[in-house]
């Protein structure tokens, strides 16, 4: 059974940092590409961050860019997501997902429809 289990997310100031991580278990994704995507309340699922099967590669939403930095240890099968500078409208469930393909492509790495595994996401609150 593939499962991604997502750890690290809490309540925090607006400024603060948290860091995610997210942990394969049942095989290892260590040439498949990552990505972190968000869900607010009332609001459709968006994409945030993703990386490449080295994580020599990566790609941001605009509303994260230069605050959120996306990378994996692949000798530790993890993903991270470090947030630094939170903002209120950074308050969602963060779920990690992992892809089949083994293509790179900006055009589809954001794409819900592109990720095959989800984890079942953790909380970020943060508080203004």
């Known amino acids: 059974q593939v499962q991604l289990v997502e750890s690290g997310g809490g309540l925090v100031q607006a400024g603060g940092s948290l860091r995610l991580s997210c942990a394969p278990s049942?095989?290892?994704?260590?040439?498949?590409?990552m990505a972190w995507f968000r869900q607010a309340p009332g609001k459709e699922r968006e994409f945030v961050a993703a990386?490449?099967?080295?994580?020599?590669?990566?790609h941001y939403a605009d509303s994260v860019k230069g605050r959120f930095t996306i990378s994996r240890d692949n000798a530790k099968n993890t993903l991270y997501l470090q947030m630094n500078d939170l903002k209120p409208e950074d308050t969602a469930v963060y779920y990690c997902?992992?892809?089949?393909?083994?293509?790179?492509?900006?055009?589809?790495?954001?794409?819900?429809?592109?990720?095959?595994?989800w984890g079942q996401g953790t909380q970020v609150t943060v508080s203004s």
């Open positions: 049942g095989r290892t994704y260590s040439t498949h590409s």
């Open positions: 990386v490449n099967w080295s994580g020599a590669t990566t």
């Open positions: 997902a992992t892809t089949l393909s083994l293509a790179w492509a900006i055009s589809t790495i954001r794409r819900i429809s592109e990720y095959d595994y």
